[in-house]
């Protein structure tokens, strides 16, 4: 049985988040040493006085350079915060600098109302999730260059020319996060510590729509993303 870790960097009493990143190093490096086979970094806003960890990418850049086996990810990735070609850009760099090391854990959540906010660069809208599964769809396409010829994105590339991703994995608390994972052939990390009473029935979910992935590996895959997504379509007139 392989065991794995998450990592919220909880501020010790008395300490400080120069304290709390400190230990999330050493912790990573004794779980390498007993074994472990991830450690995982979290991401919360507006809380730097309990829990340190806000930018897991950073975290993750430090806690590979630190050790020399464990793979290393994100627990999770906030994607209704982010644009998921920055996300992908990131995390392909990450991969770079730490071949076959990286997770790439995608999520959700809200947080306090005014936290949520000053994240937004747009404030004149309001951020949903009803495209979860959208966003998600796009970090993969970036990740496997598999955007379709006709697609805008299609000319873009991110970090090229070397092999393979960081590993792409779906984190959720609910049943939804079950469905999209397996739709799109994820792997699936079900967050117990939330809803541990939802578990069985989210795992139940994923297997019951799980699909094989339409993302096999870089750049042998073709899908067809909705092209009357507005955040797909770069706006001409403004020269973009």
């Keep these: 049985m392989e065991l794995s870790m998450v990592d919220l960097s909880p501020v010790p009493p ?81 991969h770079a600098m730490s071949p076959d090391r990286v997770d790439l854990g995608l999520g959700r959540a809200n947080g306090l109302p005014v936290v949520d906010y ?24 970036w990740l496997d260059a598999a955007f379709p010829d006709d697609h805008p994105f299609s000319q873009v590339r991110i970090v090229d020319g070397l092999p393979g991703n960081p590993q792409p994995w779906l984190l959720g608390s609910t049943p939804i996060s079950g469905v999209i994972a397996g739709k799109l052939g994820m792997r699936y990390c079900f967050a117990g510590f939330i809803n541990p009473k939802g578990a069985k029935s989210a795992a139940e979910t994923y297997r019951e729509h799980f699909r094989p992935s339409p993302f096999p590996q870089r750049g042998t895959a073709a899908v067809r993303l909705p092209r009357n997504q507005r955040h797909l379509r770069p706006d001409r007139r403004r020269g973009r």
């Design 14 to 94: 008395g300490g400080s988040p120069v304290e709390a990143f400190a230990d999330s190093v050493d912790l990573a490096q004794r779980a390498e040493e007993w074994g472990y086979s991830r450690f995982w970094v979290a991401e919360h806003h507006g809380i730097g006085g309990g829990n340190a960890g806000s930018n897991p990418e950073v975290l993750i850049a430090r806690i590979a350079a630190m050790t020399e086996r464990i793979r290393v990810g994100s627990g999770t990735v906030l994607l209704n915060h982010y644009s998921p070609f920055k996300v992908a850009e990131m995390f392909r760099v990450l």
């Design 118 to 141: 000053a994240l937004q660069r747009d404030r004149s809208q309001i951020q949903h999730f009803d495209d979860h599964e959208q966003q998600v769809t796009e970090v993969l396409a």
